[in-house]
Structures are given as structure tokens and as C-alpha cells.
């Protein structure tokens, strides 16, 4: 059984978390990933894309393709906060 959308945002959060040192409480699903007000660097945000195509593959049996040329789009990228992040990961399906 596929993970339902709260347990993809608080996988997110705690990796979030780690990433950065901030408390877990403390990352919503309104913190920042890309753009203006971000709490991960370039780096680290490689780094939580990796984890989540981990997640996607391994709990999901889904492909994350996160290198798209909209991807890092500020407006419009599904890596704008954590929650449009968890958002679109439960929408993937899985793999045939």
C-alpha cells in the first residue's frame, strides 16, 4: 500500500529538518524549498530530491523525475514548499 500524503509531508519535514538542524516542528508545509525565503541550500536540496526519489522508488514503485526544465521555476515548480513537494509525490503512480 502506497503512503498517503501525510506520511510523504512528514517524511519531507524530518528530512528537511535533518538537512538543515532546524527542529522538526519547526518546517511546515509552507516552508520554502526554491526561491526567495528557502531553508536549504543548492546543495541540500539535491540532496532531500535524492531522498525523495528514494522514497518514490522504494515505498511507491514510482519514478520521481525531478531534473525537468521547470523544476527550479520559482511560480510554478512542484519544489516550491514542502507541501507542493509531498503534494506531487503522492500523485505519481506506479511504475508499469
Not at 532531500?48 to 515548480?77: G, I, P, Q
Request: aromatic letters at 6%; charged letters at 25%; hydrophobic letters at 40%.
Amino acid at each position: 500500500m502506497n503512503p498517503d500524503y501525510k506520511e510523504i509531508e512528514s517524511f519531507l519535514k524530518e528530512e528537511v529538518a535533518n538537512l538543515t538542524g532546524q527542529p522538526p516542528e519547526s518546517i511546515t508545509e509552507n516552508t520554502v524549498l526554491v526561491g526567495t525565503g528557502r531553508v536549504v541550500d543548492s546543495a541540500d536540496l539535491v540532496m532531500l530530491l535524492l531522498a525523495a526519489e528514494d522514497f518514490a522508488r522504494d515505498k511507491m514503485n514510482a519514478h520521481f523525475d525531478w531534473s525537468s526544465d521547470s523544476a527550479m521555476s520559482e511560480a510554478r515548480s512542484v519544489l516550491r514548499s514542502v507541501g507542493s513537494l509531498s503534494r506531487h509525490i503522492s500523485e505519481l503512480t506506479a511504475d508499469a
